[in-house]
């Protein structure tokens, strides 16, 4: 067994309530390779609290808000030193392939970097009041204690999007990692502990929903609920805020789109739906599932999409060389298989893959689904892995009816030359993120998020603070006349 992780609490590393653990496990071998804490519903609270004493007292509230930058900038720096170590643990954790994890954790220092400077940069306005003698003025306020829960596919960004303006606004942090794969989110408490956070600004702990999430996601300390996963456990989430009216964000699942027009660059188009469907295994909110394709140019992109399939490397995620590793969980293995399965049985065409690789790991072959109709279920459900449905268009607005028709709405992506056509897209197809002649781009600068079943709530650019701070008005009567009895008329 290799490394001993242990939970982050109150600026301290400590093993969970009685030492429990539990198993976590390598996606490539299906094997235990390392025990993890296991956070009891008391160390869920006691990291709570610790949370709400910092953002209290101590040095936290009087720190300013140029000072809370400084210390992202440091986290920044360590993230950036600790990329290769917290890629490799991310890969052994989930199984997602080393070329990937290396790329997004180096970018996840940027996150970090952003954030810091929005610090010092959240103000508040003045008002030309309309009564005489009033200066009022508004003032944008942290909230408080914030829950942030993730799940095991890039924890680190998906962390890095919520710590970021969490701490940027002056808030204080309990981040719950996934039980499936925590292992590069134990690391980073380090680096938190290393950049000099006061004890209980973040804390750090990964367990189960029922003694871990749904203790902190209804805890009558915790003012903000910030949540990446599925809609069902959302939907636990928002039964639990209704304990304690947190203001809650709800980053689910998709479905997303990618359109193919019969003018659009084809090989810019298919390395898009490649990145979309194939990249990290399909195991991404704003995978590109459904591929809406001209009619005119289905069988040859297909066919195109099929070869290239055969090709892509699978295999163990830490080789540099392996383009598409395991699934994270056996569990996920089985849905894919399932709703394959009963795609074909209500009448998709299977082109290529559709199974599990026989042996050990969690692997699953790169599959393409034709669907005749809308209504099957790979065109409507969320597989969360790397099976692409093939929809067939013949004009514009037919092409817009089939991206608007899930109740999901995340990313689209739209390949055409027309430039109108475009920007008549971006307007009507409902989603949080549009791509045109490109697909999975991100950034920190720019909002990320969905509507529908996706959720709500954006993280990521400016919009990210505002979901952090709420609005104090105050209101100053700079008046040298006494405030008049209000019972005595005049
Ligand atoms: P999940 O919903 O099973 O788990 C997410 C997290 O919620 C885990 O940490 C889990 O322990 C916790 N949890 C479980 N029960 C809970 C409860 N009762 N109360 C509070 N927390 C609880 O999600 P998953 O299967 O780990 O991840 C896959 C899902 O996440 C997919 O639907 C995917 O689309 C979505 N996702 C969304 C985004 C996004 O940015 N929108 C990003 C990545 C993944």
């Known amino acids: 067994m290799a490394e001993a992780f242990q939970l982050y609490i109150d600026g301290a590393f400590c093993n969970a309530e009685a030492s429990a653990t539990f198993e976590s496990l390598d996606p490539s071998e299906g094997k235990t390779w390392a025990l993890m804490p296991k956070a009891s519903a008391a160390d869920t609270d006691r990291a709570v609290r610790a949370a709400y004493a910092a953002f209290n007292g101590g040095p936290w509230p009087a720190m300013t808000a140029t000072a809370r930058g400084k210390l992202l900038y440091k986290l920044a720096e360590l993230v950036a030193r600790d990329a290769s170590i917290i890629a490799e643990l991310e890969t052994r954790d989930t199984g997602k392939v080393i070329r990937e994890t290396k790329a997004v954790t180096g970018y996840v220092a940027e996150y970090?970097?952003?954030?810091?400077?929005?610090?010092?940069?959240?103000?508040?306005?003045?008002?030309?009041?309309?009564?005489?003698?009033?200066?009022?003025?508004?003032?944008?306020?942290?909230?408080?204690?914030?829950?942030?829960?993730v799940p095991w596919n890039s924890q680190m960004f998906l962390t890095a999007t919520k710590l970021g303006p969490a701490l940027a606004a002056g808030n204080t942090v309990v981040i719950k990692a996934s039980e499936d794969g925590p292992a590069p989110l134990l690391h980073f408490a380090r680096l938190v502990h290393?950049?000099?956070?006061?004890?209980?600004?973040?804390?750090?702990?990964?367990?189960?929903?029922?003694?871990?999430?749904?203790?902190?996601?209804?805890?009558?300390?915790?003012?903000?609920?910030?949540?990446?996963?599925?809609?069902?456990?959302?939907?636990?989430?928002?039964?639990?805020?209704?304990?304690?009216?947190?203001?809650?964000?709800?980053?689910?699942?998709g479905k997303s789109p990618v359109i193919v027009f019969d003018d659009a660059n084809l090989d810019s188009a298919l390395n898009g739906v490649i990145a979309g469907i194939w990249g990290a295994t399909g195991q991404s909110c704003v995978a590109g599932s459904r591929l809406l394709i001209h009619a005119s140019i289905h069988d040859e992109f297909v066919a195109r999409l099929a070869k290239r399939a055969g090709e892509i490397k699978i295999g163990a995620p830490l080789d540099m060389a392996t383009e598409m590793g395991p699934l994270a969980t056996l569990k996920q293995v089985q849905r894919a298989e399932k709703l394959t399965a009963e795609s074909i049985a209500a009448g998709a065409v299977l082109v290529t893959g559709g199974k599990a690789k026989k042996g050990a790991g969690y692997y699953f072959e790169p599959t393409i689904l034709l669907a005749p109709t809308a209504e099957l279920p790979c065109v409507r459900e969320e597989f969360f892995g790397p099976v692409l449905s093939v929809l067939k268009f013949k004009t514009e607005e037919e092409a817009v009816a089939l991206a608007n028709g899930t109740a999901y709405a995340f990313a689209a992506g739209i390949f055409t030359q027309n430039l109108g056509r475009a920007h008549r897209l971006t307007k009507k197809i409902r989603a949080g993120v549009v791509w045109v002649n490109t697909y999975r781009a991100v950034s920190p600068i720019v909002p990320f998020g969905g509507n529908g079943y996706t959720g709500h709530g954006r993280e990521s650019g400016m919009d990210a603070i505002r979901d952090y701070t709420r609005t104090k008005s105050i209101w100053i009567n700079t008046s040298d006349v006494p405030m008049a009895d209000p019972f005595v008329m005049r």
């Open 194 to 253: 290393e950049a000099g956070f006061p004890a209980g600004v973040v804390n750090i702990i990964t367990g189960f929903g029922a003694d871990c999430g749904q203790v902190l996601t209804s805890h009558p300390l915790v003012a903000r609920v910030a949540f990446t996963g599925g809609p069902e456990t959302a939907r636990h989430v928002v039964r639990n805020t209704a304990e304690n009216f947190a203001v809650t964000t709800l980053e689910l699942g």
């Open 112 to 149: 970090y970097r952003y954030f810091a400077g929005l610090a010092d940069k959240i103000e508040g306005a003045t008002f030309p009041i309309d009564k005489p003698d009033m200066e009022v003025s508004t003032r944008r306020e942290p909230l408080g204690v914030v829950a942030a829960i």
